[in-house]
């Protein structure tokens, strides 16, 4: 809110004075440590079971699996505590408290999770994943404020888990307790109606298959009887049902001790890493090195102006100094400067800001708030002109970075369902054209969300629907190749490149000169920046400058082309020496009760 009502009173000319009344601790200044907190824990809590439906199905049934997942949820809640706490110093105290909902948050989603497995299966996931993420973190109220949103995400922030246990987390931490309880109320509901409705499906199912073994076992015994004396009647023989046992890390299904640590390391370690890299980049922003230019016909009042605010601001700012507003207007526009300050001269008395709305609103509200402030003390004027304004359906400037996020989540994700379902689909000749229609499909679903049916994007639609198809398909290619050597848990390296680390490294949520100078590197390598740069490019600058983001995403797509070829070459040349007999696929059987 105050981002929003700030400009506002400078535009008025009135002076800006902020009382908090809560104020954020040193540590969490920029107050996203509740949200990365309750984002980590919803992971724990729905990831799991997906993973535990194709790799290790005898741990779902409800008496192991309510053990075990108890376990589960005091690990995962240690660690959250652990990371945000003593290694981060995000939250401090109330360690308990933070224990205990943590706990109630991760078991109470896991026994959900179970009750919907039940009946959907590994299509769960995909429910999961809408109701704790993509409807969660718009009610949440973390991220942004649920009172921007539309009313239906007010009455979803009463019922999700992702708003519950931010609220619950924010109320222990900064607000002495208070409603806490009224936050937890919805998982003691849910724990309760998931361990019902779960055990009544058990019951429903092993009365259908009693009721269906005593017809086999009479329909047996009436042919018994009806056959010669001498001829015995072959017994009725259970036939277990036959479940493809996908193994995390390629090759063979690994033993049962093995696997079963497998799929516990590969949630935990997704935790562990989105919330490790993406707090410490971001729980404490810091402005450093901010390129703007002090603008005066003469060079040397420029300087003498530069140096004085270099001695008040230390490494705020990287000032430059420049003779003309045009050039100035125009670097700041190719996003070169953050800002330019044009002094005042005899043909204008007021001074002029030059920023960009769309470059960032966070590193815009820097440069606006200091020299506002350096130009009530020096007694002029200042006029402030965005260069590119974001539009009114972007007031926050965060469309572009979901639409580049879901066209990266689209690129990993497609090949990850192929990777657990069809990996004969990755070899390169059958790959391609398969990630080319889902590129495009992907894209076009994309565009119709946040155009059509949400209204959020108003830029070009064909240019969209090319950079989002590039993307998806460019990231495929790279996920292919890391899924043939590694399997299913070429996800973690996916996800952490391209998500935890792309997604700070973008500065679509956090301005690149806020963070640990490594992120600014990465932001001209990896495709989440690159693709985020894209979109903007289209939407706010005409196309300027679009070359290098396409550049980086095409040479991401080589990168994983060539791999691929390189593995399948590697692959088909140690198939050619193999012995005839060769081993065939292993299959696990597993009792049709398994998960019952």
Same mark, same amino acid.
């Given at each position: 809110?105050?981002?929003?009502?700030?400009?506002?009173?400078?535009?008025?000319?009135?002076?800006?004075?902020?009382?908090?009344?809560?104020?954020?601790?040193?540590?969490?200044?920029?107050?996203?440590?509740?949200?990365?907190?309750?984002?980590?824990?919803?992971?724990?809590?729905?990831?799991?079971?997906?993973?535990?439906?194709?790799?290790?199905?005898?741990?779902?049934? /409800?008496? %192991? +699996? =309510?053990?075990?997942?108890?376990?589960?949820?005091? @690990?995962?809640?240690? *660690?959250? !505590?652990?990371?945000?706490?003593?290694?981060?110093?995000?939250?401090?105290?109330?360690?308990?408290?933070?224990?205990?909902?943590?706990?109630?948050?991760?078991?109470?989603?896991?026994?959900?999770?179970?009750?919907?497995?039940?009946?959907?299966?590994?299509?769960?996931?995909?429910?999961?994943?809408?109701?704790?993420?993509?409807?969660?973190?718009?009610?949440?109220?973390?991220?942004?404020?649920?009172?921007?949103?539309?009313?239906?995400?007010?009455?979803?922030?009463?019922?999700?888990?992702?708003?519950?246990?931010?609220?619950?987390?924010?109320?222990?931490?900064?607000?002495?307790?208070?409603?806490?309880?009224?936050? /937890?109320? %919805? +998982? =003691?509901?849910?724990?309760?109606?998931?361990?019902? @409705?779960?055990?009544? *499906?058990? !019951?429903?199912?092993?009365?259908?298959?009693?009721?269906?073994?005593?017809?086999?076992?009479?329909?047996?015994?009436?042919?018994?009887?009806?056959?010669?004396?001498?001829?015995?009647?072959?017994?009725?023989?259970?036939?277990?049902?036959?479940?493809?046992?996908?193994?995390?890390?390629?090759?063979?299904?690994?033993?049962?001790?093995?696997?079963?640590?497998?799929?516990?390391?590969?949630?935990?370690?997704?935790?562990?890493?989105?919330?490790?890299?993406?707090?410490?980049?971001?729980?404490?922003p810091t402005p450093v090195g901010l390129p703007v230019a002090?603008?005066?016909?003469?060079?040397?009042?420029?300087?003498?102006?530069?140096?004085?605010?270099?001695?008040?601001?230390?490494?705020?700012?990287?000032?430059?100094?420049?003779?003309?507003?045009?050039?100035?207007?125009?670097?700041?526009?190719?996003?070169?400067?953050?800002?330019?300050?044009?002094?005042?001269?005899?043909?204008n008395p007021a001074a002029t800001l030059y920023s960009s709305?769309?470059?960032?609103?966070?590193?815009?509200?820097?440069?606006?708030?200091?020299?506002?402030?350096?130009?009530?003390?020096?007694?002029?004027?200042?006029?402030?002109?965005?260069?590119?304004?974001?539009?009114?359906?972007?007031?926050?400037?965060?469309?572009?970075?979901?639409?580049?996020?879901?066209?990266?989540?689209?690129?990993?994700?497609?090949?990850?369902?192929?990777?657990?379902?069809?990996?004969?689909?990755?070899?390169?000749?059958?790959?391609?054209?398969?990630?080319?229609?889902?590129?495009?499909?992907?894209?076009?679903?994309?565009?119709?969300?946040?155009?059509?049916?949400?209204?959020?994007?108003?830029?070009?639609?064909?240019?969209?629907?090319?950079?989002?198809?590039?993307?998806?398909?460019?990231?495929?290619?790279?996920?292919?190749?890391?899924?043939?050597?590694?399997?299913?848990?070429?996800?973690?390296?996916?996800?952490?490149?391209?998500?935890?680390?792309?997604?700070?490294?973008?500065?679509?949520?956090?301005?690149?000169?806020?963070?640990?100078?490594?992120?600014?590197?990465?932001?001209?390598?990896?495709?989440?920046?690159?693709?985020?740069?894209?979109?903007?490019?289209?939407?706010?600058?005409?196309?300027?400058?679009?070359?290098?983001?396409?550049?980086?995403?095409?040479?991401?797509?080589?990168?994983?082309?060539?791999?691929?070829?390189?593995?399948?070459?590697?692959?088909?040349?140690?198939?050619?020496?193999?012995?005839?007999?060769?081993?065939?696929?292993?299959?696990?059987?597993?009792?049709?009760?398994?998960?019952?």
């Open positions: 809110m105050q981002q929003i009502l700030t400009p506002v009173a400078l535009d008025a000319g009135l002076t800006v004075t902020v009382d908090e009344l809560t104020p954020l601790p040193a540590g969490d200044s920029a107050g996203i440590a509740v949200m990365f907190m309750a984002m980590a824990l919803m992971l724990a809590g729905y990831m799991p079971i997906g993973i535990m439906l194709t790799g290790a199905p005898e741990l779902l049934k /409800l008496r %192991r +699996f =309510v053990p075990i997942w108890a376990g589960w949820s005091a @690990l995962i809640s240690a *660690v959250v !505590w652990f990371i945000a706490g003593p290694v981060i110093g995000a939250v401090s105290g109330h360690t308990a408290a933070i224990l205990g909902i943590g706990w109630l948050a991760v078991f109470s989603i896991g026994l959900v999770q179970l009750f919907l497995s039940r009946i959907l299966g590994a299509a769960a996931v995909l429910v999961g994943m809408l109701l704790v993420v993509v409807l969660g973190m718009p009610a949440s109220n973390l991220a942004m404020s649920v009172h921007t949103m539309p009313g239906f995400f007010g009455w979803l922030h009463d019922i999700l888990p992702l708003a519950g246990v931010g609220e619950a987390l924010r109320s222990v931490l900064y607000f002495g307790g208070d409603g806490t309880g009224g936050y /937890l109320v %919805r +998982f =003691v509901v849910a724990i309760v109606l998931a361990l019902l @409705l779960t055990a009544g *499906v058990d !019951w429903s199912r092993r009365r259908k298959q009693a009721a269906q073994d005593r017809a086999a076992a009479a329909e047996a015994a009436g042919w018994s009887d009806a056959l010669p004396s001498e001829v015995e009647a072959p017994a009725p023989a259970a036939k277990p049902a036959t479940v493809r046992m996908v193994p995390l890390a390629g090759g063979k299904p690994r033993s049962t001790p093995v696997r079963y640590l497998m799929l516990a390391l590969f949630p935990f370690s997704m935790v562990a890493l989105m919330l490790g890299i993406m707090l410490t980049a971001m729980h404490s002090i603008v005066c016909s003469s060079e040397g009042a420029a300087a003498q102006l530069a140096q004085g605010l270099e001695a008040s601001t230390g490494d705020m700012f990287a000032f430059r100094t420049e003779l003309s507003a045009e050039t100035a207007d125009e670097l700041v526009y190719s996003g070169e400067l953050v800002g330019a300050l044009v002094l005042p001269d005899a043909g709305g769309a470059a960032g609103t966070g590193q815009q509200l820097v440069v606006q708030r200091v020299f506002q402030q350096t130009a009530q003390q020096a007694g002029f004027e200042l006029k402030q002109i965005d260069v590119a304004p974001l539009n009114s359906t972007d007031t926050g400037g965060a469309v572009s970075l979901y639409i580049a996020m879901s066209w990266v989540m689209a690129g990993f994700l497609g090949v990850t369902v192929l990777a657990g379902g069809a990996p004969k689909q990755l070899r390169v000749r059958k790959l391609l054209p398969t990630m080319a229609g889902w590129a495009v499909f992907m894209s076009l679903v994309t565009w119709l969300i946040a155009g059509p049916i949400v209204g959020a994007y108003q830029g070009p639609v064909w240019a969209l629907l090319g950079i989002g198809a590039l993307t998806v398909f460019c990231l495929s290619l790279v996920t292919a190749a890391l899924a043939r050597l590694m399997g299913l848990l070429a996800v973690v390296p996916v996800v952490t490149l391209f998500m935890f680390i792309g997604v700070p490294a973008s500065g679509g949520g956090l301005s690149t000169y806020m963070q640990p100078g490594l992120f600014q590197t990465l932001h001209d390598v990896l495709p989440l920046p690159a693709a985020l740069d894209a979109v903007r490019a289209i939407t706010y600058y005409g196309g300027a400058g679009i070359g290098q983001p396409l550049l980086t995403l095409g040479v991401w797509g080589v990168c994983g082309l060539v791999a691929g070829l390189v593995i399948s070459a590697v692959q088909n040349a140690r198939s050619a020496r193999r012995a005839p007999g060769a081993a065939p696929t292993v299959l696990a059987t597993v009792p049709a009760t398994a998960v019952s």
